[in-house]
């Protein structure tokens, strides 16, 4: 078996068939058939079965697919740690965030990451699962994740800053004519939610909790994008971070009051390679604590002071 075998399984179940798996990978269709066809003949498994809509990975398949990403991931970071010289680094760097998290901080830390390092790939994916962060974190898959902090944090996680929550309400709402909300003015309120598993609505049951348990669910979306669209349209209120709050947005957002807010921590993978520890450098300069009425656009409608709230320091 080669690693060559195992990227072409990943692509082939990544894109669900061996001819959209070639161009991905650039290379001859008969190329990935042979290698698959070889791969499965050395193994004695069907690693994929063909169904209507493409091909899927048998159960087999599927667990065998599981440790080649784990080896894959494994030599790439080998390969970009050889090549990295005091002023070059080349390779993948595979980066994780929490959705919601991160949404300003990230971009412009990456952005110095490419000027510092042009030749670096770098993937990010979000993901909403503190869990499914965790599982990927000890799996070796990922070099850094960026998430909320959570009982389940490594104790050599680095906490970034926090980020504050805001209510996002529709236009004509009863309550922006206040300067901030308080929970309970919330109650009854219909609600734009998240992933029931994700750390934002973990958030927002918090927030609730002592004022309505209950909450009406108007709808469940992916996205903070999304949520902040919804709710300006009425569908509901929704809670975000506040730098997760999209231009042309800011008139419709409040604090919480008292401020809500939650630790953002990163993770790196065990023996951190020069990727990731420059950009968990650059991510350590960005702003995270600030004001929640601040960077919003132009058409912001509201300012206040900066939060005093406290949160105990991950690290």
Known sequence: MSLRQFEYALAV??????????????VAQPSVSQQ???L???LGVELFARTPTGLVPTVVGRAFLREAEVAVSASRRARATARAGADEL???LVVAVQLG??????PG???ALRDRFPRLEVTVFEETSSAELDRLCRRGVLDLALMAACERSPADAHHLGDEEFVVVLGAGHRLLTADRVEPRELAGEPWVRFDRDSALDGVLLNVLRDNDPTPVTAARVSQTATAVRWAAHGLGVTLVPASAVPHGYGHLVRPVSP????????VLRQSAGPAETALLALLRKEIWSESAGQD??????????????NSAPVV
Do not use: C, K, M
């Not at 401020?259 to 990163?266: L, N, Y």
């Not at 919003?296 to 709230?309: E, F, I, N």
């Open 40 to 42: 499965e003949r050395e």
């Open 109 to 111: 830390a990456l952005g």
């Open 13 to 26: 179940a990544e894109v669900g068939s061996v001819t959209a798996a070639a161009e991905l990978l650039h």
């Open 259 to 266: 401020v809500v807010s939650q630790p953002v921590i990163a």
């Open 90 to 92: 080349v390779g993948e």
């Open 101 to 106: 998290f991160g949404t300003r901080q990230l």
């Open 36 to 38: 698959i066809r070889g």
């Open 296 to 309: 919003l656009g132009p058409d912001q409608s509201w300012v206040r002071p900066p939060s005093t709230a």
